[in-house]
């Protein structure tokens, strides 16, 4: 009789190990432990970058990470930079971002190469270095550990090619004032043989002039093409000359 009570009692202790509402609650803890362990797992440097989360809805949002900035050609790769920053971002996944305008904020200046770490947004980049163009270039910071590289342009190079143009217009200059004498003077031949043309008494005389005519007529459309174009080179050299 003992043994077949505790028989029983063997029976009725694995049928309650096996309800599923008991299986459901070992699930659950053995999810929430592998998550609080994932979760633990995380490096430090990427649990310092989330700064907002909505618990009710799970969207993560960023608004911080660290940029990367360097200045071309090599000349210029220790360049002064000054940051102006002209609006702050949110980055939430799935490319959505949240920008709200501030007041423009000189954040300081720095040497090239340049990393460091800032808020998401607009900024306005003002490079300097001695022997080159200052620059002011506008980036749009949105994305963790994101590397910039922006050119600057010498000043022997530029002089290099204001002088470049400046030839290119004086010599567009200098063949449309030829091509300008060139075609007044065969316009006054067309105009010369058109007058005897007119005046001709006979057959032979009148084609004569008449070939002439055409003639001279052709090589100042010639001329006269060529002055024109000659003056769109000028201005174009010119324009090309004053932007550099």
Known sequence: M????LFLCLLAETSSSMNPTNQKAVTQNAIQADTTKAYDSLSISAKGMIKNSNQSSGIVSMDSGRINIIVRPAEASDASIMLIQKSRTKVYPFEVFDTRPIELDTLGIWKAPLSM?????????ILHKEGFKDLADKVRFIKNDDSISIGMISLAYLRYKREQWRSYMWISAGI????GITSYYFYTRVKKYEDEYNEAISSDVAHDKHDQTDRNRRYYKISSGSTFAALGCFAVSWSFELSY
Do not use: C, E, P, R
């Open 2 to 5: 003992k043994i077949y009570l």
């Open 176 to 179: 449309s004032i030829v091509a």
């Open 117 to 125: 770490q800032m808020s998401f947004g607009d900024y306005v980049l």
